[in-house]
């Protein structure tokens, strides 16, 4: 971006900076989460390691030992025009996270 700027004659200034952060073979809050949701819906849970910049990594950097996972509703086309969200999503996650959160020891 910088030499297309400085070709162009345009100032450019990069910034928003989110470390990633390593998959973590052995992780207890991944493993309560899995259960918990094969617990209410009675399926696996879709998990997966992606390519973005997230909040995990910044909080992970600055906790050492920190146990981290990112999950969310279903969403398309985001940070697009077009970006749009599952409202039923929205509602399975938040039951998600409360019965995570009476489970976390």
């Known amino acids: 971006m910088k030499q297309l700027s400085d070709a162009l004659g345009i100032e450019c200034e990069a ?3 989110y470390p990633g952060w390593e998959y973590v073979k052995n992780s207890e809050l991944r493993d309560l989460c899995i259960e918990t949701y094969k617990n209410i819906y009675n399926k696996e849970p879709r998990v997966e390691a992606i390519h973005a910049g997230l909040e995990c990594g910044l909080l992970m950097e600055k906790i050492e030992g920190l146990d981290a ?4 509703p279903d969403t398309w086309d985001v940070h697009s025009p077009n970006e749009h969200i599952s409202i039923k999503s929205i509602e399975n996650i938040y039951c998600l996270v409360c019965e995570i959160l009476k489970n976390i020891k």
Do not use: E, R, V
């Not at 996972?69 to 969310?72: A, H, K, Q």
């Open 15 to 17: 910034g928003g900076y």
């Open 69 to 72: 996972i990112s999950l969310g």
